[in-house]
Nanobody, 124 residues
Framework: QVQLVESGGGSVQAGGSLRLSCAAS????????MGWFRQAPGKEREGVAA????????VYATSVKGRFTISQDNAKNTLYLQMNNLKPEDTAMYYC?????????????????WGQGTQVTVSS
């Protein structure tokens, strides 16, 4: 069973930074693509960033490209999302996800497992 535990959310002012973390097992990082998604109230869950297993290839949503960075520390079995220059429209619940389904790296259908989410709130 894959377990994902996010942390690092909080409240910041526009222009600020946060780093989200997602802890999982070493097996997970070795065998699954990993992604970050977010869901704002009244909106669908959307892919933010993904890292493809075995290749280290990263993908970003247009809305966050240049501001967010996804990375993983294999020694700590932890996935990160560094978020800089945050904007009020980045406010959402952020979810870590792991998946081995063939599909778009930023598509929800590509991921089998989800964390419980961590809230990010950006004020103007």
């Amino acid at each position: 069973q894959v377990q994902l535990v996010e942390s690092g959310g909080g409240s910041v002012q526009a222009g600020g930074s946060l780093r989200l973390s997602c802890a999982a097992s070493a097996y997970t990082y070795s065998n699954y693509n990993m992604g970050w998604f977010r869901q704002a109230p009244g909106k669908e869950r959307e892919g933010v960033a993904a890292i493809l297993t075995g290749r280290g290839f990263t993908v970003y949503a247009t809305s966050v490209k240049g501001r967010f960075t996804i990375s993983q520390d294999n020694a700590k079995n932890t996935l990160y999302l560094q978020m800089n220059n945050l904007k009020p429209e980045d406010t959402a619940m952020y979810y870590c996800a792991a998946g081995d389904i063939h599909g778009s790296p930023l598509g929800r259908e590509t991921y089998n497992y989800w964390g419980q989410g961590t809230q990010v709130t950006v004020s103007s």
